[in-house]
């Protein structure tokens, strides 16, 4: 049984990486490999429902890349297709590229993807074993909201690469995200503590990173959604 003490050591940013250790061990699963299961990353994953035959996350990432279906093409630096497994179990869903993400190409690389990786650290995983995408590929100016012709006009990028993923377990990370997969009116306060359908994958909702970092007193509501995806995976 995690304590609110360690949760909140666990997460608190510039953890010492000593007691960051200490906690993780505390925190941490028992990972399938030392239960003698192969890795996440390793399972032999049959081909997914629904992904074109022909569709590859390369490609996907490349036509981000070129992308004009919206005025944010003409904006960024660089396209955040997303990045990860190939065939994660658990994939997690932001909102949209902000400046670090722009420039590097990378989702959650800034603040807000410090938290997200201790997060994903907490669940036992790394950042490589499961993969990380956004709605959005491309950065809205001055890191405003999404708007609803720009949700619409990237939809697809992020339904194939989904198709091509066919994760376990998908985590939409803030009310954009969990908009995108259970429909436009659900607020995450609502929609969070119960377990969704998306296709064949079950959906975990939970708080955004960003909005965590303002309201720290939510995270414990948000290991919450976390360990609850942990139990869909088996690994509590
Ligand atoms: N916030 C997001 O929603 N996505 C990112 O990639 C970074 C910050």
């Not at 030392?34 to 996350?57: F, I, K, N, T, Y």
């Not at 904006?75 to 722009?102: K, N, Q, W, Y």
């Not at 995270?219 to 995976?233: H, I, N, P, S």
Request: proline residues 9%; glycine residues 8%.
């Amino acid at each position: 049984m995690v304590t609110r003490r360690l949760l909140d050591r666990l997460w608190a940013e510039g953890a010492a990486g000593r007691s960051w250790c200490r906690v993780r061990r505390a925190v941490r699963p028992a990972a399938p490999e030392r239960r003698g299961e192969p890795a996440p990353e390793q399972r032999a994953v049959p081909p997914p429902a629904g992904a074109e035959p022909s569709d590859s996350l390369e490609a996907i990432a490349a036509e981000a890349a070129a992308c004009t279906r919206c005025r944010l093409g003409a904006l960024r630096t660089h396209a955040v297709p997303g990045e990860g497994a190939r065939f994660p179990r658990i994939v997690f869903v932001g909102e949209a590229p902000g400046e670090d993400e722009d420039r590097q190409g990378r989702p959650f690389v800034g603040r807000a993807g410090a938290l997200l990786t201790r997060m994903i650290a907490a669940m036992g995983f790394s950042r490589e074993q499961v993969f990380i995408a956004n709605v959005l590929k491309c950065r809205p100016p001055g890191n405003r909201s999404p708007e609803p012709d720009e949700i619409a006009a990237c939809k697809d990028y992020l339904r194939r690469q989904l198709a091509l993923l066919a994760p376990e377990v998908i985590v939409p990370l803030g009310a954009h995200a969990a908009r995108w997969m259970l429909g436009d009116t659900v607020t995450i306060s609502r929609v969070r503590g119960r377990v969704h359908v998306y296709g064949a994958a079950k959906v975990v909702p939970t708080f955004h990173p960003s909005y965590l970092l303002r309201k720290p007193e939510e995270k414990g509501k948000a290991w919450e959604d976390l360990q609850t995806a942990m139990r869909l995976l088996g690994l509590r």
